[in-house]
């Protein structure tokens, strides 16, 4: 299982990102997708959860502005970002657990200036 996150870069704030995911090897349409995001001097900190459609979570801080979405056809898992703020700067990671392991992308670039 390769994770790779994509779409992040500067943004000013109340601007707008959307992040891909894209997932290759065996990813079952059932599994658990997560957003994660490390902010600068942090500890990588949930962020958003999708099972296989019906069940979403967000951390606190982001619902209402954050929207988590996935294409089990495509093996892809989204990130759209709305009225971003400063604070949500970070290098967010896309993550699954599959078999028992954790896999998580290389992470993508997110910086929101004020």
């Known amino acids: 299982v390769q994770l790779q996150a994509s779409g992040g870069g500067l943004v000013q704030a109340g601007g707008s990102l959307r992040l891909s995911c894209a997932a290759t090897?065996?990813?079952?349409?059932?599994?658990?997708m997560d957003w994660y995001r490390r902010a600068p001097g942090k500890q990588r900190e949930f962020v958003a959860s999708i099972s296989a459609g019906v069940y979403i979570n967000y951390k606190e801080t982001v619902k209402g502005r954050f929207t988590i979405s996935r294409d089990n056809d495509k093996n892809m898992v989204y990130l759209q970002m709305d009225s971003l703020k400063p604070e949500d700067t970070a290098v967010y990671y896309c993550h699954t657990r599959t078999g028992g392991i954790d896999y998580w992308g290389e992470g993508t670039l997110v910086t929101v200036s004020s």
């Open positions: 090897g065996t990813i079952y349409s059932g599994n658990l």
